[in-house]
T-cell receptor, first 109, second 118 residues
Framework: LAKTTQPISMDSYEGQEVNITCSHN???????ITWYQQFPSQGPRFIIQ???TKVTNEVASLFIPADRKSSTLSLPRVSLSDTAVYYC??????????FGPGTRLSVLP | GAVVSQHPSWVICKSGTSVKIECRSL??????MFWYRQFPKQSLMLMAT?????????EQGVEKDKFLINHASLTLSTLTVTSAHPEDSSFYIC??????????????FGPGTRLLVL
């Protein structure tokens, strides 16, 4: 059972870079780390996924250290529309998909 | 790519009636589909996992006779809430995983269905 731990909430201002770290100490060898964004009354939206080192796409970067026991989602220059709940999920075959409480990001003007 | 739809997006029903929610993968074949429930201000709670053509696997505490899941094809799964009661009011979200971008394990979520039982 891959359990994750994240900060419950974070505040930021528009234009700042936001880094959200997730701990997943019992990640298995074949597991990937996926981050989702959820707005109220909507399903989670896939943001980024990685296995190790660094992954970057048009909306975010994901940093994973060599031991893979944690990962950091980096959102460059956040805007008000980035206010949402962010979940990290360890995904792999045979895992029970346990969503943690997520991180509630509030972006202030 | 990897789009998942749900229908209906919201439903209001009387206590004691049954409600069916559909989940479809629109542009990929979903070998596995998942059903979650989410209460206000809380995280998603996995209810069950289903593979095409086989019985669903329910999480502990989820009544399989109350929440009937059918995964009849590689693009469609349905959740039927039987004899719904007010405490079943919640936000139900499905997700699907299949061979997308070379990986089968990643979940792609539907937009959710808001159920209100009066």
């Amino acid at each position: 059972l891959a359990k994750t731990t994240q900060p419950i909430s974070m505040d930021s201002y528009e234009g700042q870079e936001v880094n959200i770290t997730c701990s997943h100490n019992n990640i298995a060898t074949n597991d990937y780390i996926t981050w989702y964004q959820q707005f109220p009354s909507q399903g989670p939206r896939f943001i980024i996924q990685g296995y190790k080192t660094k992954v970057t796409n048009e909306v975010a970067s994901l940093f994973i250290p060599a031991d893979r026991k944690s990962s950091t989602l980096s959102l460059p220059r956040v805007s008000l529309s980035d206010t949402a709940v962010y979940y990290c999920l360890v995904e792999g075959w045979g895992q029970n998909f346990v969503f943690g409480p997520g991180t509630r990001l509030s972006v202030l003007p | 790519g990897a789009v998942v739809s749900q229908h209906p997006s919201w439903v209001i029903c009387k206590s004691g009636t049954s409600v069916k929610i559909e989940c479809r993968s629109l542009d990929f074949q979903a070998t596995t589909m998942f059903w979650y429930r989410q209460f206000p201000k809380q995280s998603l709670m996995l209810m069950a996992t289903s593979n095409e053509g086989s019985k669903a696997t329910y999480e502990q505490g989820v009544e399989k006779d109350k929440f009937l899941i059918n995964h009849a094809s590689l693009t469609l799964s349905t959740l039927t809430v039987t004899s719904a009661h007010p405490e079943d009011s919640s936000f139900y979200i499905c997700s699907a995983s299949g061979l997308v971008s070379g990986r089968e394990e990643t979940q792609y979520f539907g937009p959710g269905t808001r159920l209100l039982v009066l």
